[in-house]
C-alpha cells in the first residue's frame, strides 16, 4: 500500500501541486517523439523535402515541415487539457479566448510556412502577413502594458506605446526564431528551452494557463529533437519556425504580464536571448555591407562556430550552453533587486561583446571592408531583382538565359548557356559574339537547376565568384527551376 501524502517530504509535496502539467509535457514528449517518425515516411513519399545543393550543409534529401507534428501536438494537447475535470480544466476554460487566440495566430504562421516551404514566398508578402497577425494579437490583447528596467522602476505604457512596442516586439521573433533555424537542432532547443523559462515564469507569476500551453510545447519540441538533432531526420522548415517563433513571442508576453515588480521586458529578451541578439548582428552587418535586409546569408552565429569546430552538433550545444546561462538569468531576474539585476545586464553584455570579440564580429577591417564595398553590393542585388522579376515573364528557355543576364553581366559573366536536355540556350555579352569559343579564356561554372536542366557560366575569373554572388546565383537557379515547371508543354 502506497505511503500516506503526510509522509511525503514537503519538496516532494510541493512538486505534486504540478502533477497535470508533469504529465501534460511528458505526453507532449512521447506523442512527437512517436508521431515525427510516422511524418518522417509520410513526408518522403509526398515529395516534402528538403535536398541538398548550394548553402544547404545537408547530404540527403530530408523530410521538412516538421513542425506540423509539433504543433498538431501542441494543438491536440491543449484541447484535451481545455477538458480536464480538475483545476487546471478549469483555470484553462476561464482563459479559453487567450489561448485560442494564441492557437490561431500560431495556425496562420503555420500556413505561411507551408506555403513557403513548397512554393516559396517573397520576404516581403512574408512580413507582411506577420504583421497582420501580430496586429491582432495586440488587438486580442497580447501586449505589453508595463515597463520595469533597474534603477528606475516600473511604468505603465500609454496604449499606442505599449501597441507599436507589441508589434515590433512578435515579428521581431517570429523573425529571429526563423533566422536561427539554420542548424540541425538549434531552433527546437532554443525553443525547448524559452519554453521551459516562460513555464517557470507564468508558474511563479500565476497564469497557470500560459504555464500549460508552455509545458506542452517544450515536451514537444523535446520528443521532436530526437529526430531533429543532427544529423536531423527531419526539418523544422520555415513551417516549424514562424509558429515557433510567433508561439514564444506570443506566450512570453502573457508569461509576464503580471509582473509588474520584475523586469517585464528583460525576461522574455533573456528567454530568447541567442535569436535576438544573433538577429541584431544579421541587421548590422546588411546595413553596413549595403545587403537588404531580407537577404541571407552564411554569416550567423551557428555558422561560425561550425566553421571554428566542425561540427554542428558541438556548435549548437555551446548555444545551448549560453542559452541556459541566459535562462538562469531570467528566472533569477523575477526575485532580484534592482541592483543585482543591473549586475547581472551588465555581465550579459560583457558575455555578448566577448562572444562577439572571438567569434571576429568586432574586427574593424572586415566592417571597413563591407562598407567600403556596400554600393558595389547594392548593385549586385539590384541586378539580381532585377533578374527574379524578368524569369516569370520568360516565356522559352530563350528569354530564361536572357532574363539571367543582369546578374550575369554584374558576376563578370561573358557568356550562359541554359541546356535543357540537349536544347542550349545562350546568352552572350556584347564584346562577345554568341556561340564563341571563349573555354580559353573563360572557366565554365555549371549549376544542375532540375533534372535535365543545366545552366553554364563562363566567366574569366573562377575567385571572384565568391560566396555572395554563388547564392545570388543558386538562388535565381531555383527561379529558373520553377519557371521551366510552369513552361514544360512548351519550353
Not at 216 to 242: C, E, H, I, K
Not at 272 to 300: C, E, K, M, N, W
Not at 443 to 456: F, H, M, N, Q, T
Request: aromatic letters at 8%.
Amino acid at each position: 500500500m502506497l505511503a500516506s501524502t503526510s509522509a511525503w517530504p514537503p519538496w516532494l509535496l510541493y512538486f505534486r501541486q504540478f502533477d497535470s502539467y508533469f504529465l501534460l509535457f511528458a505526453t507532449a514528449a512521447a506523442a512527437t517523439a512517436i508521431f515525427t517518425p510516422v511524418y518522417i515516411l509520410a513526408a518522403h513519399r509526398l515529395g516534402w523535402v528538403d535536398r541538398p545543393g548550394g548553402r544547404k550543409r545537408h547530404e540527403r534529401a530530408t523530410a521538412t515541415m516538421g513542425g506540423l507534428v509539433v504543433f498538431a501536438v501542441v494543438g491536440a494537447g491543449a484541447v484535451a487539457a481545455l477538458r480536464l475535470d480538475n483545476l487546471v480544466g478549469e483555470i484553462l476554460r476561464a482563459h479559453a479566448r487567450s489561448i485560442y487566440a494564441l492557437l490561431g495566430c500560431t495556425l496562420c504562421m503555420a500556413l505561411l510556412g507551408v506555403i513557403d516551404d513548397r512554393h516559396g514566398v517573397r520576404p516581403r508578402v512574408k512580413l507582411l502577413v506577420q504583421a497582420v497577425v501580430a496586429l491582432a494579437a495586440v488587438a486580442l490583447d497580447f501586449r505589453i502594458r508595463a515597463v520595469t528596467l533597474p534603477w528606475l522602476g516600473s511604468a505603465e505604457l500609454p496604449p499606442l506605446a505599449g501597441a507599436v512596442l507589441s508589434l515590433l516586439w512578435i515579428v521581431g521573433i517570429t523573425n529571429a526564431l526563423n533566422l536561427t533555424d539554420g542548424l540541425d537542432g538549434l531552433a527546437a532547443g532554443i525553443g525547448l528551452l524559452a519554453a521551459a523559462v516562460n513555464a517557470v515564469v507564468a508558474v511563479y507569476l500565476g497564469n497557470h494557463y500560459m504555464a500549460v500551453l508552455m509545458a506542452l510545447l517544450a515536451g514537444a519540441l523535446l520528443g521532436f529533437l530526437r529526430w531533429n538533432f543532427y544529423p536531423a531526420r527531419v526539418f523544422l522548415g520555415d513551417t516549424g519556425s514562424l509558429a515557433l517563433g510567433m508561439f514564444l513571442a506570443l506566450a512570453s508576453l502573457h508569461s509576464a504580464q503580471k509582473a509588474h515588480t520584475v523586469v517585464l521586458i528583460l525576461v522574455p529578451l533573456l528567454a530568447l536571448g541567442y535569436p535576438i541578439f544573433d538577429t541584431l548582428l544579421a541587421v548590422a552587418r546588411r546595413v553596413v555591407r549595403g545587403q537588404p535586409l531580407f537577404a541571407s546569408d552564411r554569416d550567423h552565429i551557428h555558422h561560425r562556430l561550425t566553421d571554428r569546430s566542425r561540427r554542428p552538433s558541438l556548435a549548437a550545444m555551446q548555444i545551448y550552453a549560453v542559452s541556459v546561462v541566459l535562462c538562469l538569468l531570467c528566472l533569477a531576474a523575477m526575485t532580484a533587486n534592482y541592483f543585482v539585476l543591473g549586475l547581472g545586464l551588465a555581465g550579459v553584455l560583457l558575455m555578448a561583446l566577448f562572444s562577439a570579440r572571438v567569434l571576429g564580429y568586432l574586427e574593424w577591417g572586415g566592417w571597413a571592408a563591407r562598407w567600403s564595398g556596400r554600393e558595389e553590393t547594392r548593385v549586385l542585388h539590384a541586378a539580381a531583382q532585377l533578374a527574379r522579376l524578368k524569369v516569370p515573364l520568360a516565356r522559352d528557355g530563350g528569354e530564361l538565359a536572357r532574363a539571367l543576364a543582369p546578374l550575369a553581366a554584374e558576376i563578370g559573366c561573358r557568356r550562359l548557356t541554359l541546356d535543357l536536355a540537349g536544347r542550349v540556350f545562350e546568352w552572350a555579352e556584347a564584346a562577345a559574339s554568341p556561340g564563341a569559343d571563349s573555354s580559353s579564356t573563360s572557366a565554365a561554372l555549371e549549376l544542375p537547376i532540375a533534372a535535365g536542366a543545366v545552366v553554364r557560366l563562363f566567366v574569366a575569373d573562377p575567385a571572384a565568384i565568391d560566396e555572395e554572388r554563388q547564392q545570388l546565383i543558386e538562388d535565381l537557379g531555383r527561379a529558373v527551376a520553377a519557371r521551366l515547371e510552369q513552361l514544360k508543354p512548351t519550353a
